[in-house]
Nanobody
Framework: QVQLVESGGGSVQAGGSLRLSCEAS????????MAWFRQVPGKRREGVAG????????WYADSVKGRFTISSDNDKKMVYLQMDSVKTDDTATYSC??????????????????WGQGTQVTVST
């Protein structure tokens, strides 16, 4: 049974940093696409970043490029989202997602079938 459990959300001031973690279990971790999405109530879910757990293929949304970094620890079966220089527009519920091969690192809603429960990030001025 695929399980994705996010942690690390919270409140942070604009300009600060936060690191989100996603612990994966229930499937062979190498060889999957892992991604972070975010959603604000009343808006569509937005892809933030994605990677393939083998190799260096990564993708970032334009809105976070240069500020956020996605990474994976295959030994620990963890995927991380380092959020730097955060803005109030980054306030959202962030969810971890997984898709098995064939898959895309582009975090597109509908391309990923397994999801975590989400963790709230609130950025204040």
């Amino acid at each position: 049974q695929v399980q994705l459990v996010e942690s690390g959300g919270g409140s942070v001031q604009a300009g600060g940093s936060l690191r989100l973690s996603c612990e994966a279990s229930g499937f062979p971790y190498p060889g999957n696409c892992m991604a972070w999405f975010r959603q604000v109530p009343g808006k569509r879910r937005e892809g933030v970043a994605g990677l393939f757990t083998i190799g260096t293929s990564k993708w970032y949304a334009d809105s976070v490029k240069g500020r956020f970094t996605i990474s994976s620890d295959n030994d620990k079966k963890m995927v991380y989202l380092q959020m730097d220089s955060v803005k109030t527009d980054d306030t959202a519920t962030y969810s971890c997602a997984r898709e098995s091969r064939p898959c895309t690192v582009v975090a597109t809603d509908g391309e990923y079938k397994s999801w975590g429960q989400g963790t709230q990030v609130t950025v204040s001025t």
